[in-house]
T-cell receptor
């Protein structure tokens, strides 16, 4: 069955430090991959997506993610975290060319001043 | 472009009453919309897939008679929680399949509290 794992439930980093959020998926075909961010009580905002092509994708707010097929991973990175990045981050796999989504459990990011 | 709205953003209702949540695609037509439920500090769980002009497809374990979905037009899907109980309190998020393949656009969510 298709699944998405985010091994880190909660990560705390200092403002200005680098960030990497991990995402692994299990899916037989070529996946469509997404990262979303959710602030408390809010909906989802798309950070970036990967469908094909260059495996390093750039997103909004200075985020990037790298697709590694051999590791079934799509990790999210940011070189310097800002206090406003504190939120919940969800990795998602779009099945059947994005017809249906499966979400990971989420990683909560806290940022220390 | 590709904006999805939800109304209301928050609703409080009494146990036993019904409440309707609307999901609209504002600038595109969406033949398919999705309804998710999110419990506090948890991920989104797909409840049902709503197709315009046909019956919704519910995920396993979701009571179709409690969560009524109607997708009567290409820009509007509604979720009605019937005979609501406190355990139905949750954050409900809709999304719409966009014009670009692989895309889903998410609404801002509706916080339902049943007292």
């Amino acid at each position: 069955a298709q699944s998405v794992t985010q091994p880190d439930i909660h990560i705390t980093v200092s403002e200005g430090a680098s960030l990497e959020l991990r995402c692994n998926y299990s899916y037989g075909a070529t996946p469509y991959l997404f990262w979303y961010v959710q602030s408390p009580g809010q909906g989802l905002q798309l950070l970036l997506k990967y469908f094909s092509g260059d495996t390093l994708v750039q997103g909004i707010k200075g985020f990037e993610a790298e697709f590694k097929r051999s590791q079934s991973s799509f990790n999210l990175r940011k070189p310097s975290v800002h206090w406003s990045d504190a939120a919940e981050y969800f990795c998602a796999v779009g099945l059947n060319y994005g017809q249906n989504f499966v979400f990971g459990p989420g990683t909560r990011l806290s940022v220390l001043p | 472009g590709a904006v999805v709205s939800q109304h209301p953003s928050r609703v409080i209702c009494k146990s036993g009453t019904s409440v309707k949540i609307e999901c609209r695609s504002l600038d595109f037509q969406a033949t398919t919309m999705f309804w998710y439920r999110q419990f506090p500090k948890q991920s989104l769980m797909l409840m049902a897939t709503s197709n315009e002009g046909s019956k919704a497809t519910y995920e396993q374990g979701v009571e179709k008679d409690k969560f009524l979905i109607n997708h009567a037009s290409l820009t509007l899907s509604t979720l009605t929680v019937t005979s609501a109980h406190p355990e139905d309190s949750s954050f409900y998020i809709c999304s719409a399949r966009g014009p670009t393949i692989g895309e889903q656009y998410f609404g801002p969510g509706t916080r339902l509290t049943v007292t």
